[in-house]
């Protein structure tokens, strides 16, 4: 099949029963539209990927470019299971979650789910048991929000240090009167300190970097 034949078999289903915040995702390198659509029948080899909670449900650019055109996105803009309906749980193949619980109700209406993939660290959203037990791999992003979070506790580092807070704080009750230099508590010069990293996993490996 030709590049424009695959591409003409792409299909984007969406609704918005809420709006939501922000998440990330990435495909489970083993995990591919061709072993997932073996086995199937011919009258049924399109495979479904459900995302629910999506942050931007108008815009799956980037699931679309990794999944591959051959696959059938359907996004609900929802973090209650109960407003996703029980046909979009069936036909899904896959589901990606950012936030949305999904125990074992929902697991026992995915009836041809593979794996479910959270939009983040942890698996916290997913009963790992019931997946077990349904024959549902379980999947996340360990490198999820890594330089975000490294860059903020650099920041807050640097804050505390600097003597941010302190000054803020005496500036917004007085901005004339309440300025002092002294008034940080912990205020010293940076070049002369040594950072002390405890655990240099994938944050504070980034940080160390």
Do not use: Q
């Not at 059938?72 to 803009?77: G, K």
Request: some cysteine; glycine content about 10%; overall charge negative.
């Amino acid at each position: 099949m030709c590049s424009s034949d695959l591409a003409a078999r792409a299909s984007f289903l969406v609704t918005r029963p809420s709006p939501l915040g922000s998440g990330g995702w990435r495909v489970p390198p083993a995990w591919s539209a061709e072993t997932a659509l073996r086995g199937r029948g011919a009258e049924d080899e399109t495979m479904h990927v459900l995302i629910v909670d999506a942050a931007h449900a108008s815009d799956v650019a980037v699931e679309a470019a990794t999944l591959g055109p051959e696959i059938t996105v359907e996004v609900v803009a929802t973090r209650d299971p109960a407003a996703v309906d029980d046909a979009a749980w069936a036909r899904a193949d896959a589901v990606l979650s950012w936030l949305m619980p999904i125990g074992p109700a929902e697991i026992a209406r995915l009836t041809r789910c593979r794996v479910l993939v959270k939009y983040g660290v942890g698996y916290d959203i997913f009963d790992i048991e019931a997946a077990g037990r349904a024959g549902i791999a379980v999947c996340n992003v360990p490198d999820y929000g890594t330089g975000e979070v490294a860059d903020h506790a650099m920041a807050m580092m640097l804050s505390l240090r600097r003597g941010l807070p302190s000054f803020t704080r005496l500036l917004a009750a007085d901005p004339v009167g309440g300025w002092n230099w002294s008034a940080g508590p912990l205020m010293k010069r940076l070049a002369t300190d040594r950072l002390g990293i405890v655990g240099l996993g994938r944050i504070g490996g980034a940080v160390a970097r």
